[in-house]
């Protein structure tokens, strides 16, 4: 919070500090005195702005991963809003400062010399111009900064996605490990592999392994649940009773169509009529014997399907017990046979999944973006230093040299 604090104060009130350095100046009269504050002031404005646009975002992020706030897969989008954050937040202190510089330097100039005398009018002018035009040029070279700033964070999301590749290579274990110095890994392995070791952790874990691998069994779990369904047998007996339903239907039907068959070649009087009579009777009783035979066996399938469908609903609740119990009876012996597999080995294991050693090996060889943000830092004080400036003969403003000298 202090970094925070200096690094606001100081991006804030760069009029504020030209100020006390001018009055130091007048009451000391010893200009060596104020450079000695200058050079604390700017070890620490340096010291805070490093923090801010460094370890501090990560800090916040690490803060996030532990309180749960945050997932590790969100580590990254929360860096990159937090910088994006930043890089607005000196985009509107670079406001605040012009703002507030170039009132407070016209105001000194108005303070200085307000008197009527025309040549001391036309200083004043001259003064008040001077103002302007410093931060006009200051405006622009401090939204360079910000622009610089936002390179800078780009190239830290590369240096993060390629230590990312290093953690979750040798680390993907424990993510808390990613957050903590060098020298603080090892310890914090211990303190993970501690946790995830003891009885009901381990138990836990096993637990989630049968969890996953249970699609696998689960086919011959139901399969032998099925081999003791009644569905075959309750089937099998419906399906009699209906079979004898069906001859009974075909039988029936067959009567009818022989009664009307007969009924047909009396009222058609056939021994005395032409032979179209019998061939016409002859027809309409194979008509009848079809449609007995459509309907009935349209009947029996109908039959046998409700007959299946209630058989296997009557059984559902004892396939479902079945299965639930073979379930439970095999993650219990799997996981007990896991636990005692995995927990003589638990801390060896534990410690090889994550291997701080291969894993700082690796960020080593990526180098580092401390030196760019050191020199961002360091360029940005002195774009300040030189934006409170003042000719110490006339007390005016001085006019930064180059727009161009503070935006590399």
């Known amino acids: ?7 606001t104060s100081f991006l804030v009130a760069p009029a504020d500090a030209a100020l006390l350095r001018r009055t130091s100046i007048e009451s000391s009269g010893d200009p060596n005195k104020w450079d000695k504050m200058d050079d604390f002031l ?27 706030d945050i997932k590790p897969k969100e580590l990254a989008s929360f860096n990159a809003k937090t910088q994006s954050q930043n890089v607005a937040g000196v985009k509107r202190a670079c406001g605040l400062i012009v703002a507030k510089g170039k009132k407070n330097c016209r105001q000194s100039c108005a303070d200085r010399l307000g008197t009527m005398d025309s040549k001391v009018m036309e200083q004043r002018a001259d003064c008040d111009k001077t103002c302007v035009k410093r931060y006009s040029e200051f405006e622009k070279s401090c939204n360079s900064k910000a622009d610089n700033l936002k390179m800078l964070y780009d190239a830290k999301q590369k240096m993060a996605a390629a230590k990312k590749e290093c953690y979750e290579g040798h680390c993907s274990k424990f993510p808390t490990v990613w957050m903590k110095d060098s020298g603080d890994m090892s ?15 381990v138990k836990v874990t096993c637990e989630h392994k049968f969890a996953l691998e249970i699609d696998f069994t689960m086919a011959k779990i139901e399969s032998a649940c099925q081999a003791d369904s009644d569905v075959s047998k309750c089937f099998s007996k419906e399906k009699e009773s209906l079979s004898s339903d069906h001859e009974s239907c075909a039988s029936g039907g067959k009567t009818d169509c022989g009664g009307s068959f007969d009924k047909c070649k009396t ?16 027809e309409r009783k194979k008509m009848c014997l079809e449609q007995v035979d459509e309907k009935c066996l349209k009947s029996h399938k109908g039959d046998l399907e409700k007959a299946k469908n209630e058989c296997e609903k009557k059984d559902s609740g004892r396939q479902k017990k079945c299965v639930s119990e073979k379930t439970k009876e095999k993650e219990e012996k799997q996981v007990a046979a896991c636990v005692e597999k995995k927990k003589p080995t638990c801390d060896e294991d534990c410690h090889a999944s994550c291997n701080t050693d291969k894993m700082n090996t ?8 401390s030196e760019l943000t050191s020199e961002f830092c360091t360029d940005f004080w002195q774009l300040l230093h030189e934006s409170s400036e003042v000719d110490p003969e006339t007390g005016n403003p001085i006019v930064l040299l180059s727009t161009s000298n503070n935006t590399h």
């Open 362 to 369: 690796c960020l080593g060889n990526l180098g580092s973006t």
């Open 42 to 68: 700017e070890t620490m404005f340096v010291i805070a702005c490093k923090w801010k646009h460094g370890k501090d975002v990560n800090g916040v992020a690490a803060e996030k991963l532990k309180d749960g």
């Open 187 to 201: 310890s914090e392995v211990d303190t993970q592999c501690k946790k995830a070791c003891t009885e009901d952790r």
């Open 1 to 7: 919070m202090m970094h925070n604090f200096l690094l």
């Open 267 to 282: 009222d058609g009087k056939i021994d005395d009529t032409h032979k179209n009579a019998a061939e016409f009777c002859d």
